[in-house]
């Protein structure tokens, strides 16, 4: 993940989302996430400062695209962050209930006509019905800036996401489980040039899962995408409203190799028909496949690779084939001190939903690269520390551009 958006994320969060398997060290938040977790049954007021470099905020090709938007020939800014927080914990009998609040002021030295606040709120019911039914209850929200992946203007776009769900499961049998969810997200843009990009969407989806006695789980899952894209965009002159239908049949399999290794698979068929332009559908395979490794009780390692369609942060109406892998290590030096590295790679290619028009041209096809190096030091168990820094490129692969930034990070957090 380049380095503006490294800027923008809150430093701290809180694991007050559905429940899914997660790498064991994050390949794809650069550099890592810093995860409250309140003591149980407590309520935990934080607060939090960062300041952070970037030698290309906008993420442009040079210091003559900079020049050509008459913003000087400097690409860099320097940015601080300013984060308070309520992190909540309850338990009454077997349900669990988690919540977190943030507010972030964000200020930038050069370009301050980005400043803002980010907001950032996650709240979920870890329900219980008897000893064979649970599941989650949820919202989340989210306000900030919109990365410069692909948006390279110098206007505060202020995005917002919000998100609410429901799942569940019944283990039927000893060996045996069916689940099923429902979700709705929104996603709108302040930007009247990016609100083609609104959509909302809402997403069932059904499984079934073997549990073995090891602890492995081998499953099917069947889910269904509709997406609504209420503000049309411009395709060669033309209105052209970019809700679609997907479907989907994937294996999801989390296999215990042993009591260091896991391997987690999700994969197979994605059909995606177009409201419009039938030349844009997609049907083919999707698969994601990760490995975590933990050779010894201080040292974690996270391989993953994957090839599947999606657009980045959201912000292109049109979708990309991706193919892509990461890895990531952790290392606990000492009690209070960690090392993380991180790496990704992806290659994106647009040329399935170009259609007839100019959005997704073949032009846009290029390579993320992102690699990140942090330090993290926890003085006492409610004050953390972290270092980092981060190198992110992106390469065109039929045309000239793309760009290059350097950015290092320092943020602390400390809980109450």
Request: glycine content about 8%; aromatic content about 10%; hydrophobic content about 35%.
């Amino acid at each position: 993940m380049p380095w503006q958006i490294v800027l923008l994320i809150p430093i701290c969060s809180c694991a007050a989302t559905q429940a899914s398997a997660a790498d064991l060290v994050p390949t794809d938040i650069m550099p890592p996430a810093d995860i409250v977790q309140p003591p149980a049954d407590a309520v935990t007021p934080y607060a939090g400062y960062s300041v952070g470099y970037d030698s290309n905020l906008l993420r442009l090709q040079n210091s003559a695209a900079a020049q050509a938007m008459g913003i000087g020939s400097d690409l860099s800014d320097t940015t601080q962050r300013y984060l308070f927080g309520l992190a909540v914990d309850k338990t009454l009998s077997r349900q669990h209930l988690t919540a977190n609040l943030n507010v972030a002021k964000v200020d930038y030295d050069r370009f301050d006509q980005l400043n803002h606040l980010d907001k950032n709120l996650a709240a979920n019911w870890n329900w219980h019905a008897g000893d064979h039914f649970e599941g989650n209850i949820g919202a989340n929200y989210s306000e900030g800036l919109t990365p410069f992946i692909d948006f390279h203007l110098l206007e505060r776009n202020i995005r917002t996401q919000e998100k609410v769900y429901a799942d569940g499961s019944w283990q039927f049998h000893p060996s045996w489980r069916v689940r099923g969810g429902l979700e709705y997200s929104k996603l709108k843009y302040d930007l009247v040039s990016q609100q083609p990009a609104d959509n909302n969407q809402n997403q069932t989806e059904l499984g079934l899962d073997y549990l073995a006695a090891s602890g492995s789980t081998i499953g099917l899952q069947l889910r269904h995408t509709h997406a609504d894209f209420p503000n049309p965009e411009l395709d060669n002159g033309l209105q052209v409203f970019n809700g679609y239908n997907q479907d989907e049949v994937k294996a999801k399999i989390d296999w215990l190799l042993s009591g260091k290794t896991q391997l987690h698979f999700l994969g197979g068929w994605v059909s995606r028909k177009q409201d419009a332009l039938p030349v844009r559908d997609f049907s083919g395979v999707n698969t994601r496949l990760s490995a975590d490794w933990s050779p010894t009780g201080k040292i974690k390692l996270t391989v993953a690779g994957w090839r599947e369609i999606g657009a980045v942060d959201d912000l292109s109406t049109v979708y990309s084939l991706n193919h892509g892998a990461s890895l990531a290590s952790a290392w606990q030096y000492s009690e209070k001190v960690q090392l993380v590295a991180q790496y990704k790679y992806q290659k994106r290619d647009f040329g399935q939903s170009s259609g007839s028009g100019t959005f997704g041209s073949i032009n846009q096809n290029d390579v993320l690269r992102d690699a990140a190096l942090s330090v993290v030091y926890n003085p006492t168990l409610r004050w953390r520390v972290q270092l980092s820094g981060i190198r992110s490129t992106q390469t065109l692969r039929n045309a000239p551009g793309g760009f290059v930034s350097n950015g290092v990070m320092l943020n602390t957090r400390y809980a109450f």
